[in-house]
């Protein structure tokens, strides 16, 4: 598996750098930025990584551009990939809608026609991508963490609950919390996953919760931070923060779940930035043991 | 001169607000994005501002999205105000090249046909854009300082020049400094000022600083802020650096000019983010009396 660099540029003593590459999971070229902190590049020492993932509409560009995380990754000396949130340039119109198709993975492995030959995003973020970079870039993937923001909030959370053992530590910025009853969900899951809703929990951020609770699965040694602006309008019929918060408080997980509400706040990236620095310090701290 | 506001996020602690006007100078609606510390819009406290000026195909989001300036203006308490870099949708087609026309408005008045109706830049961010933030926001603008990026280092340090007493401090990320003799220049130039090579001097950094030194009106009292990185492309045909630099040399300016080389970085945002806290301290520290 083989990257083909697009471009590089120096930031923050580190570099930013854009790859593509040929998924055997997608089938199709996917392309993804990293950030590799200063000692990474130069001396070649194996760093941690955070997998940072994107929203709805977004690329693997917006993340990197815009929240502002290289400087406290740099800090840190851990790498920052940010993945392209859907395959691209398959064979048929994948591009006419902003919940479905380009930029709408939802980091869920399809199973219906026409998207269950591509759309494979969940396999794509938890087990090829860390293949990929593990083989070619510096970076020590068994020290591994996870955020995103939206519809990549949800994929970290779930991705997360997935995997628990994959990744030291988790957080998200305006995640979907319960995509089955999002209108984004409702509206992209049957075309997805297909009409059985039972299909759908196993990317459902709140059903996944209450699953490995039930079955006692859920890790005690671990702390998400959630930040959420209470002027976002996806905030009622998107995200279900709210029924996380109650969740929590009916398991008794309120220690393990930090979900910050702060007034005010939209659902874009100068939301994000704002944050940035906490994330970053959540998990750099726990990349590094500090 | 009244604003329409387009958009409004809260960013750490402040406004990140999007407003238009219809401008008298360039006669058409212009946009531009600025940045209100918590003290501005809660308090309504009058802040000093920061001018930060983009490049070609740049708009007024590029420096307002991607340098990470706002987390640094907050700690200062400053504004940072970022206008569009050209006049838009003008009755004439100005969009088809890269250095002429849309997002190319080098920071000058026009004088040719079918520019001089609105190509009207340096008035435009000189003198009619104060006065519209000074009329409708909470900003004073009798403490102004300016920056910008390419293109927009060239307008920051040409309008600085050209009004030293306008602004407590300047500097600037990868400026044009010798524009009449750059390929951007060169082919803009003829086009918006006429063949008459002798207007070009007018927005060009070296001639006007040239200029202040032999009749001695340069400040004594400021010091200028240039970052470039070796790296960048159009460091050979467009900036001209180190002609800044032998020039200071000459005219004994170097303690007045901090022109700093930076090994490897190129043109773009991952460059400038990266020394965008220097440059914020420099502008905050001055326009705070720090």
Redesign the interface.
């Known amino acids: 598996m083989a990257l083909t660099l697009l471009s590089a540029?120096?930031?923050?003593?580190g570099t930013?750098s854009k790859y593509s590459h040929v998924s055997t999971t997608t089938h199709c070229t996917m392309v993804f930025n990293v950030f590799l902190p200063k000692t990474a590049v130069e001396d070649k020492v194996k760093v941690p990584v955070l997998y940072c993932l994107g929203g709805l509409t977004s690329t693997e560009d917006n993340f990197a551009?815009?929240a502002?995380a290289?400087?406290h990754a740099a800090n840190y000396e851990i790498a920052l990939v940010f993945p392209d949130t859907s395959p691209r340039n398959v064979d048929f119109n994948a591009g006419a809608d902003e919940s479905i198709g380009y930029s709408a993975g939802f980091y869920l492995n399809a199973t219906q026609a026409p998207w269950d030959k591509n759309w494979k995003m969940y396999d794509y973020v938890s087990k090829e991508l860390p293949q990929v970079i593990s083989e070619n870039l510096p970076i020590d993937i068994s020290r591994s963490s996870i955020t995103g923001h939206s519809m990549g909030g949800h994929g970290a959370l779930s991705i997360f609950l997935k995997n628990q053992h994959a990744y030291k530590s988790v957080s998200a910025f305006a995640p979907i919390l319960h995509l089955s009853k999002s209108n984004w969900g409702k509206y992209a899951l049957p075309q997805y996953l297909g009409n059985d809703e039972s299909t759908w929990k196993q990317y459902d951020v709140l059903e996944l919760l209450q699953k490995h609770v039930a079955e006692n699965s859920f890790r005690k040694d671990v702390k998400v931070l959630i930040d959420q602006?209470t002027?976002d309008q996806f905030l009622t019929n998107n995200l279900h923060t709210d029924a996380l918060v109650k969740l929590t408080k009916e398991m008794g997980l309120e220690s393990q779940f930090d979900i910050r509400y702060?007034?005010?706040?939209?659902h874009?990236?100068?939301?994000i930035?704002?944050f940035t620095k906490d994330h970053i310090d959540h998990h750099g701290k726990i990349l590094r043991g500090l």
């Open positions: 540029s120096k930031h923050f003593a930013l551009q815009k502002g290289a400087q602006g002027g702060h007034d005010g706040y939209d874009g990236y100068f939301f930035s704002t």
